[in-house]
Structures are given as structure tokens and as C-alpha cells.
């Protein structure tokens, strides 16, 4: 209770003047309500029984006065305490927001959106009632009730101590019940945050519940968290409403006590008629008072488990931050080097492991390797998103823990897979990284984006109002109006992270020309498992497993022929028609799948002409695990994810995550085996496929052949 108090003292201090009008506007008000009843002792005992109507009117004129000043200084103090409730509402929402911008990255990670909602709204809001609740019933009661005790005991003591002893016993049975109250209470906010992230990730999740049709399995998964939420919010109405019940069968029994000795004094003579009425109209008042102080409980308590959890958040550690300058010269570009770098996310799991690179200003690099390799890690890493467990990142020669990662940030551009649009119009979103630019500035850039002609388009052109996080627009709209944005800052260095993922063959090449022009006077870090795109690159990091494999150029690396070979290989020899709708591959790419290996190359020509090309857009499913398979696939273009639910749970695995040049159900070819996986769309696809029966009609014509195809592909399905 002591830290309640505290926390709405410290909420109130920087109100003083208000705080003291409230106070003093409660207090009139108090000493009205408190000692009104004492009115009826010298109404009774001065007025009624010695029939004097001169002290009637004096005693009612008084009392009227009074009421006036009491009643008017309420409902000044009402206004104001309004007032002051919705500045402290204002003042710990802005707090807790403004101190969620400085929180680490990666408690975001670790923490569902959905509790961090919650804080802003139910815990606040619950803060805001216990604020009322105390400042107006709780200080009320408390005050009526000490102010009245101190009357009864003039009236009479022995009365006065059987009331006290009653109002002890009130407050047992709650403060008994108390630290369970507060446990459910805590319990019953965290099942509330639970439920309303599930609603929340149901609905982001739309596409894949419908696209695998898990719908009975998701209304399950919500029933059971409902029944959790059932027993908690069961107990914790139990548990309130005998902090209310508690008292309220206590009241019942001091009044009997009260009614009883109080009539027996009077009827004794020991005390007089007045005071007898008096003590019982002073009695009720405090006994509501101290019926409403058991309401205030609960308030309360929940304003204890509110606090504590704001408490929690606010003690979250805000990012590291140094404090040196980033200040490039104009015409003076940015150079970054690793050195020695290792970096986990999680305890004894090295992501990223004894990483050196260096790139001089002004040059492009790219960063390749499979998927999990740790890429996009050095690039959050570059940015100051996480520190190294081990070794440094410096930029212009100053290592990112002592810089001031603000200052870094501002001289960089970048354009993730995934671009998040704010809710407001396209130049709005366009406007966040220059907030100053001229329209014609954002026009420029929205033109080197190649998304101006789209947008002038729309009736309501730049004015547009993104909404639903840039779900009225296409993955590729939201990818390009992501590029202009990074374009519009003008930076010292562009961080590509599969900045062109989501766009189809023919925008790719144009946008991935613009940003070779982007590239001169600044120096580029491109993210790609597209590899075409990056062969002119300065310099190529190839990532393996955590660990840099490879650098070097794109004919250098050739020239080694390591993994950068191998992956080139994997892709060479695949080819999308410009709209992404159709594919082809070449007889020596056909040659270097497992099964197909030292076929004759005549057949193999047969054979490339069987393949037909499929799309599906991201998040489709494109194999549902258990289906009847009867195809092959080799990813063109785009992503994929390898999933499993494994059996009675409902939590999906992710196995693995291919792209382009990867290929993926080939025993398929062998024969009718059910699929043993899910695999869906991460990016906007382009398949080739082979059936199985076109491949062995083709096959039959060749026996040995054909043999040798399915012997080899049951050596791997084995
Ligand atoms: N926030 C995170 N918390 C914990 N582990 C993470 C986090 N982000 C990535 N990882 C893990 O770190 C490893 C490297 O991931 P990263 O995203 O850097 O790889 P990548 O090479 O960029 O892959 P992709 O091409 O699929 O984007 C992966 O094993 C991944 O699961």
C-alpha cells in the first residue's frame, strides 16, 4: 500500500499548485460530510426537545452554509482531480512510449507486442482508477472515518471502542486475503496479454491458417488458453467479491452490537437522546466510509500489480550507447571493418564466429551464402542493433560502442525484405527519412524507385493513406516505396537487406541498375542470395554457417571454384521470362541435379522441355504435408520454407528455408510417397516442375536409363 502511495505521490509531484487546490478543495468538502451528523445532537438536544425554533433556524442556516461551501468545493475538487488524472495518464504513457524507443532491440524480440499493448492500456488504465478511487473514496473515507472516531469518542468512549474494535475486524478478512488477491490478479493480466497476442498473431497469420487449413487446429489452441483464462478470471472474481463480501457481513454484525448497547445507555439514562442520534448518524457515515474503503481495496491491488509491472518494463535496459560523434566530410565516404568479430544471439550458440572484412569507403560489397548463414545478422550488427560478444565493428576507424548510434544511423539508407509502412499517406512514409525534403525531392527518389508512375496513378496520388501496415499495396509496391525512402536520405552507405526480393525479374534489373548508379560517392553492403545480381560487386563475402568462407570478387571466386562456384552453379543455367511467368533450364544445370548425373546430354534436352513453370505468391502453400506427391520442383525465383508439425504438436518446425537454384521433392519422381512436409511461399515464387509420369514416359524409351534415375533417386530416399 506504502508503494501505491508512493508511486501517485511521485505521479503528482510536478502538479503542485493543482495538487493543492485539489487537497484543500477535498478537504472543505470532508470536514462538511464528516461533521454534519453532529448537527443532529444540538438539533435534538438544543432545537427539538427544549422546542426552541430561533436555534432550529440558526442550526439549519448554519448547516446550509456549510453544505454550500462543502458541496461547491467537491465539485471543484472533482474538476480538478479530472484534470490531474488525465495529465498523469498523459505523462506515463509518454514515458513509457518514450522509453521504448531507446529499449534494446532485442527486447523485442523476447517480449509479445500484445504485453506491451497491455501496459499502455489495461495497466494504465487500471493506475488511473486506483488514482481516483484513493484521492477521492480513499482519502474521503479514511478522513471520515478518523474525523467521526474522534467525534464518538466525545460522545461516548465505550461505544466509540466497540465501533473501533468492528472496524479492525473489517479490514482482517482483506488484508488477510490480500497477498493471494494480488497473485491472481498478476496471474489473470499476464493469461489477458497471453489471449489478445493470439488474437493478434491469428490475424496476422490469416493467410497460412487458411492457406494449411489450420482453422479447427487454431479455434483448439484458442479454446484451451480461453479454459487457462476461465479458471483464473473465476478465481479472481471469487477471491474479489469476498473482499467486498468479507466486510460488508462484518458491518452487519458491529451495527446489531452498536443498535443494541446504544439503546441500552440511552435506555440507563448514561447518555442523552441527541447523542445517542447523533452517534448512530455519525456511526453510518463512518460505517459507509469504511464500506467504501473496502471497495478502494481491490483498486488498489491492482494498481500494485499494474505498477509492478510497468515497474519491469521501465527497469529494461535502454540500447548502449556511446558518445562520440559519427561526422563525415562531404565528398568523404564511410568505411566499415569487422574485426575479430563474434556475435550469439542465445548463450553458447555463436551466429556469427571470428568475422574480419573490411570495406573501404566508397565500394560495394555483398554478403551471400545459404539461408541461416548469418548475413543479415552482420547487417544488424552494422547497425548497432546488438553488440559483439567478441572483437568490434569500426566505422571511419571509431568502434560502434563508443559512437553515438544515433549519429551513425543518420548517415545510413537501408531497405529490409520486409518494409513496415506507417499508418499516414505515401509522402508521409516517403517523408520519414528526410522529414524536411521538398516534394520535388521525394518525387525524385519516389522516380529512381521506380514506383512514381504507381503512386501519380492513384487518385489520390502521393496523398495515398497506406493502411493496415501497407496492406492496400503489393510486396513489390511496399519494396519500392521502402528503396525511395532510403534513396530520399541521400546516404553515406546503403544497407541492402534482400532489398528486392519481393519485386518481379524485370523491376529487379531495373531497380538493381539504379542502385549500381546509387552506388558511386557511397559505400553499399547488399544482402542477396540472388547472385547475378552482385557478380560487379567489389568485393563478395560468401557466409557459411556463421563463419566467412570466402571474399574476393565474382571472377575470382569463380576462379577458386569453392562454395561461391557451387552456389553460382546452383543458379546458372535457370532462367525468368522478364514477368516471372515463365522459366527455363538448361541441359547442363539438369545435368548437375543427383539423379540426372552423366546422363546423356540429348536426353537430358528431352528432358528440360518436360518441365512446366508454376508461380504462387508469398505465403501461399505450394505442398501440404501428407498429400499424395507427384512432382519435382527447382526453385526459379524466390523462397521457400521447409515445415513440419510434429506428431500431437501443434507448434510448427521450420526444417529449412531454400531458394533460388534449390530444389526440393524429388522422390516424388520415385513414387505415389505421401509428402513428408509443408512448404509455402516466403516470396513471391517461380517454380519449374516435372511430373513424374511425363519424366518415366520419356524415360521408358530408354530402359538402362530409366533404371539408373530411379535407382539413384532411391539411394537418396533412403
Ligand atoms: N533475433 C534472433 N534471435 C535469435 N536467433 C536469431 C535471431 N535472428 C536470427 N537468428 C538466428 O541466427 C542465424 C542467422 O540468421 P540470419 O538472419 O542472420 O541469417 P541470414 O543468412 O541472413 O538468413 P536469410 O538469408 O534466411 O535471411 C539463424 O540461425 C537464425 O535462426
Not at 165 to 176: D, E, K, S
Not at 593 to 620: C, H, W, Y
Request: charged share 20%; glycine share 6%.
Amino acid at each position: 500500500m506504502i508503494m501505491v502511495l508512493r508511486n501517485l505521490a511521485s505521479y503528482l509531484r510536478p502538479y503542485k499548485l493543482l495538487s493543492f487546490l485539489f487537497f484543500a478543495g477535498l478537504f472543505l468538502d470532508l470536514a462538511f460530510v464528516s461533521l454534519a451528523p453532529l448537527s443532529f445532537k444540538f438539533m435534538v438536544d438544543n432545537a427539538i426537545i427544549p422546542h426552541d425554533f430561533g436555534q432550529f433556524y440558526l442550526i439549519l442556516s448554519i448547516l446550509g452554509i456549510a453544505g454550500l461551501i462543502g458541496f461547491s468545493s467537491g465539485i471543484i475538487s472533482d474538476y480538478i482531480l479530472s484534470k490531474l488524472s488525465a495529465r498523469v495518464q498523459r505523462d506515463l504513457r509518454s514515458g513509457l512510449f518514450a522509453h521504448l524507443q531507446h529499449v534494446n532491440i532485442a527486447f523485442f524480440q523476447r517480449t509479445r507486442a500484445s504485453d506491451l499493448l497491455s501496459y499502455l492500456s489495461g495497466d494504465l488504465s487500471a493506475i488511473d482508477r486506483a488514482m481516483t478511487v484513493i484521492l477521492t473514496t480513499g482519502i474521503q473515507s479514511v478522513s471520515v472515518v478518523i474525523i467521526s472516531a474522534g467525534v464518538l469518542f466525545t460522545l461516548e468512549w465505550s461505544m466509540a471502542v466497540l465501533v473501533l474494535i468492528g472496524a479492525v475486524l473489517i479490514f482482517t478478512g482483506p488484508y488477510l486475503l490480500g497477498g493471494r488477491a494480488q497473485a491472481i490478479n498478476a496471474q489473470y493480466k499476464d493469461q489477458m496479454s497471453l489471449m489478445t497476442g493470439d488474437v493478434q498473431e491469428n490475424i496476422k497469420a490469416q493467410r497460412v491458417i487458411k492457406g494449411f487449413h489450420l482453422q479447427q487446429l487454431m479455434i483448439d489452441k484458442f479454446h484451451t488458453r480461453l479454459q487457462s483464462l476461465f479458471v483464473i478470471d473465476y478465481k479472481k472474481n471469487v477471491i474479489n467479491s469476498s473482499l467486498e463480501r468479507i466486510p460488508m457481513i462484518s458491518l452487519l454484525l458491529i451495527n446489531f452490537t452498536i443498535i443494541g448497547f446504544g439503546s441500552y445507555l440511552a435506555l440507563q439514562g448514561q447518555i442523552t437522546v441527541g447523542a445517542l442520534v447523533a452517534f448512530f448518524t455519525m456511526y453510518t457515515s463512518m460505517g459507509n466510509s469504511v464500506f467504501n474503503l473496502t471497495f478502494a481495496i481491490p483498486a488498489f491491488t491492482d494498481a500494485k500489480v499494474s505498477m509492478d509491472r510497468i515497474q519491469q518494463l521501465l527497469v529494461e535496459l535502454p540500447e548502449a550507447n556511446g558518445t562520440v560523434q559519427l561526422q563525415p566530410l562531404p565528398n568523404q565516404q564511410l568505411d566499415i571493418e569487422a574485426r575479430e568479430l563474434t556475435f550469439r544471439y542465445a548463450e553458447k550458440q555463436d551466429v556469427l564466429k571470428d568475422i574480419n572484412l573490411h570495406i573501404p569507403p566508397g565500394t560495394t560489397a555483398a554478403f551471400v551464402g545459404s539461408s541461416g548463414s548469418g548475413k543479415s545478422t552482420m547487417v544488424q550488427l552494422i547497425l548497432g542493433f546488438y553488440a559483439p560478444n567478441e572483437g568490434h565493428i569500426r566505422i571511419n576507424g571509431i568502434s560502434l560502442q563508443e559512437m553515438d548510434k544515433g549519429s551513425l544511423r543518420e548517415q545510413i539508407g537501408i531497405v529490409f525484405q520486409d518494409n513496415f509502412l506507417f499508418r499516414g499517406t505515401i509522402m508521409d512514409n516517403l517523408r520519414l527519412s528526410k522529414p524536411h525534403a521538398t516534394r520535388e525531392e521525394v518525387i525524385q527518389a519516389a522516380a529512381k524507385a521506380e514506383i512514381d508512375g504507381f503512386i501519380q496513378s492513384l487518385p489520390d496520388g502521393y496523398e495515398t493513406e497506406v493502411l493496415d501496415e501497407g496492406g492496400n499495396f503489393s510486396g513489390g509496391q511496399r519494396q519500392r516505396i521502402a528503396i525511395a525512402r532510403a534513396i530520399l536520405r541521400d546516404p553515406q552507405i546503403l544497407l541492402l537487406d534482400e532489398a528486392t526480393s519481393a519485386l518481379d525479374p524485370i523491376s529487379e534489373a531495373s531497380i538493381n541498375e539504379t542502385f549500381r548508379r546509387l552506388a558511386h560517392n557511397r559505400t553499399v553492403v547488399t544482402v542477396t542470395h540472388r547472385l547475378s545480381a552482385i557478380t560487379d560487386a567489389d568485393q563478395i563475402f560468401v557466409f557459411d554457417q556463421g563463419k566467412l568462407i570466402e571474399s574476393g570478387t565474382h571472377r575470382e571466386m569463380l576462379a577458386a571454384e569453392g562454395y561461391y562456384k557451387e552456389l553460382w552453379d546452383k543458379q546458372n543455367g535457370l532462367s525468368v521470362s522478364p514477368s516471372g511467368e515463365e522459366a527455363e533450364i538448361d541441359e547442363n544445370r539438369l545435368a548437375r541435379l543427383p539423379f540426372f548425373r552423366d546422363m546423356n546430354i540429348d536426353v537430358l534436352r528431352e528432358i528440360k522441355d518436360l518441365f512446366n513453370t508454376e508461380t504462387f505468391s508469398a505465403g501461399q502453400a505450394v505442398i501440404h504435408e501428407g498429400e499424395a506427391g507427384n512432382k519435382f520442383y527447382i526453385i526459379a525465383r524466390g523462397k521457400v520454407e521447409i515445415s513440419k508439425r510434429p506428431v500431437g504438436d501443434a507448434e510448427r518446425i521450420r526444417l529449412a528455408i531454400l531458394a533460388d537454384g534449390d530444389h526440393f521433392g524429388e522422390i516424388a519422381l520415385l513414387e505415389n510417397v505421401p509428402r513428408t512436409a509443408d512448404v509455402s511461399a516466403l516470396t513471391e515464387c517461380t517454380f519449374l516442375t516435372l511430373q513424374r509420369k511425363v519424366l518415366h514416359y520419356v524415360l521408358s524409351q530408354y530402359p538402362e536409363l530409366d533404371a539408373r534415375v530411379r535407382e539413384k533417386l532411391k539411394e537418396r530416399y533412403n
